[in-house]
């Protein structure tokens, strides 16, 4: 943990997935990511953050300010993400109770203008997370339909 200050975002990001793909659960190691991502997350690219996202998902570990400043990054970069990475990230803040809403606006905005590039598991991820999120967006969910 000592050495998480050395690395860049990109690369705390790889930690955090890799941590959390083993299931391995240490708090401690946790709360060291979380600490050790925030100031360094505006240097993720598109994969990073949703990485990011993800890992903390299924750490089922929600980190307010990791959150804010991931929301913050993911909206400066939205355009460029690509539909398994838009389907990643909505489903992340759905389990982790993310609400910030202009980057649920954003993402709503992204899926919608790209849904016919969406394969079956983004929709299905996708269409879970937003029902299970309760956020209403009707064209949004006819174009899921």
Known sequence: MRRLAEFMGPDIASIAWSIAAC????????DAISAAARPRISDCQIHGLSNTAWAFANFVFQHEPLCESIASSSLRILRQIEP???SGSVWAMAVLGFRDKPLRHAIAA?????ISQFG????ANTAWSWAFMDYQDRPL????S
């Open 110 to 114: 992204a899926s919608l203008n790209r």
């Open 120 to 123: 079956a598991q983004a929709l």
């Open 84 to 86: 398994p990475n838009i």
């Open 23 to 30: 299931l391995f659960a240490n708090r401690p190691l946790r």
């Open 141 to 144: 969910r006819q174009a899921i």
